[in-house]
């Protein structure tokens, strides 16, 4: 009798979790390509920049000198983290990569997660499949599952390149286990925002948003006094795993369970909910439009709540950055380590001036990735039959694309200067110099130029290779890991200015020169031209 | 200007499979054409063609006189579109979306727009997301059948609406047409054209097999003869144009082609005809005469 209890209990967790494996082999059938690019950029990274770094700073002095100069400089613990002894080649690249390397895991998990249930969801394949002998949980199971293998991959061949050109193996499973823990975490994060949101796009956002916040919550702590908000952060935990300098593993408890309580939630609102159905509830619309009359309308419609949330997000992250600045001002020691490190990170002249067009860097790529998710819309947009709906009506392509594309150019502008006014008054308010926020404010506007490159090459290969247009980005990417990584790898000049993030003059400590603006606004509109002259003259959907 | 859509000779390469090869179509101006053809057989490429959207290979295609991918923009303000899978923007109303398609063609008229929503039965307060399949059919039915547009280009408008639905359509679809409007409807459904249109053109692989109104279609068809009599059957067979003979007993049945007719009724009254059926072919019968063909093979022109 017992026995028969314990089956009929046990049965039907069995079953709401059956067709997790045909689930999991149609994802990995999906994502044949784009797990393996990711796989491979990230072991690219972690075992280039630490082969490059064995001859960079090779000698203990070098190492030394960098140690010293980094620990006393808050601007560089905000923006990388802190750097523990005993010093190491291996040591050095996990400092420089731990953190990098968990939020991209952490972007991989997240986009992972959401494309195999929100997305799918939303798009009404999940009901196809869920008609079949598929569990309730299956294609939560097939989505986490997918993800977590991904980011496993990536650290057991992260590990093994590192231990293969010579680090020491326990500090390499260190980093590796840093890496996928954040990641897993996030993707459980991913999960739960997967169920409480409607539509791909806000479970995406959303989980960016608190990966954004983990960012910030490190940052703040590694650099001001208040260390403990660091511990708030699991960038902040994977980061005290200190891999190669004398490792802690207390770290794995709460970076699995964060793993852990985010997964159990997701699955718990998964369970209490229907399929296609959100926590947020419907409310009705209008009856009829008043204002919404054309395609420009239309595109305002559609992108003011996207702009809003990123607006948002923006002069947060320019408020904390700007308070930081503040901070960077208290360096005790100097070296010319340091100061060259700096000075390639972020341009001569004053610490502070190095950190603001430090930062400014990131938030231009940040708001690139605001442009590239708008112009992305077009090709949604295509590829749903609703442009085919449109289309049918009086309306051009090119004031169609170009509906898109000014809405990304303008929304872009305006978040550039969110991001400089928020950071410029509060570092106003820390130093009580309010022409620090004119300063502040041409340093984030002048990323504009190299914003609008993006919006080039987005709309060309919108025109010319339509089914690749999710390969923009991948070249976003490229450029991160150039503007990132590029100093640290002493790349020559000429590397680093391929992205156009890289060419641009580094402001406030900078004079403006002209002649890269000019140049980075002229290739965009040659790219941006050339993609509405092909886009014109190919066939639509 | 006297037709309203002209094809001829339309061929459209994706790569390099053929979803056109030599294709004619033309729509006068007023009438309501039906567009038939399988699965694939290149209807949806035809219209996307006419729309635009899509570049031709090669073959000429006019519509209202002018060339449909030059001049997209102001021909569209004269057209209004169903297309078979509607997607709405998720996050806009029915309402909002019938007012912004309106506002790209030239215009709806408010009072047919409420109307059609009453006799759709549509709540347009809805949102894009929460709409079922037929429900989002029918915004873009009362979208376009409001829109003050010359021409309506539907393809497989129906898909998703009941029978009951289906029936209100086609009641605002002869009100279109006594307004003077000139329909092109693309479907599968054969009674629902047969309802509607004044001439059909059926495509199978790209190619136009066969066109013309529905009458003529029927002279190249056989007539279902059923008949019970009351006295000796003759032989039947010497009738020309009498096709599928079965007798049991009293009771006989054939199809018969138009020019038997005759003799096979004189025949019968002869034997005494106490029961009579005669069924009138339909655009079925001439649909499957088509399709269960295995090869597309070039408009004949004659009855088998």
Redesign the interface.
Known sequence: MSTSATLEQAAPSRHRVRGTRPLLRLALRRDRLMIPIWVYALVAAAVGTGYSFKALYGSTAEQEQLAAGVNANSSILALVGRLHEPLSVAGLTSWRLLGLGAVLTSVMSILLVVRHTRAEEEEGRLELLAAGSVGRFAPLAAALSVMALANVTVAVLMASGLVLIGFPTIGSIAFGLGWCTVGIGFGGLAAVTAQIAGTARSANGMAMAALGAAFLLRAAGDAGTATWLSYLSPIGWAQRLRPYTDENWWPLLPLLGFAAVTMLVAVRLNDRRDLGGAMLAARPGPVDSTGLTGVRALAWRLQRAGLLGWGVAILIWGLVIGNLAGDVGKLLGSSTQLQELMAELGGPGALADSFIAATAGILGLIVAAFAVQTLLRLRAEETSGRAELLLSGSVGRIPWLLATVWPAVRGSALLLAVGGLGTGGAYALRSGDAGQIGRVLGATLVQLPAVLVVIGAGVLVLGLLPRWAAAIWGLLGVFLLLGQLGPALQLPGWAIRISPFGSLPKLPGEALAWGPVVALVLVALVLGGIGAAAFRHRDLG | MNAAVEVAGLRKE?GRSVALDSLDLTVETGQTHGFLGPNGAGKSTTI?IL?????KTAGAATLLGRDPWRD???L??Q???V?G????????????I????G????GIDPVRKKELIERFDLD????G??YSKGNRQKV?LVAALSANTDLL?LDEPTSGLDPLMEEVFREALAAEKARGRTVLLSSHILSEVEAVCDRVSIIRAGRTVETGTLAEMRHLLRTSVDATVSGDLPDLTRIAGIHDLQVEGDRLRCQVDEAGLADLLGALSAAGVRTLTCQPPSLEELFLRHYSRPEPEPVTGTAV
Request: aromatic residues 6%; without cysteine.
């Open positions: 994706f996307r729309l635009g959207l899509v570049r997209a923009t102001e569209h303000q057209i209004a579109y297309p899978d509607v997607t709405l923007w998720p996050n806009l109303s029915g309402g909002e019938i007012d912004l398609l506002s790209l063609r030239r347009p307060t809805k949102m997301r929460a873009a280009i």
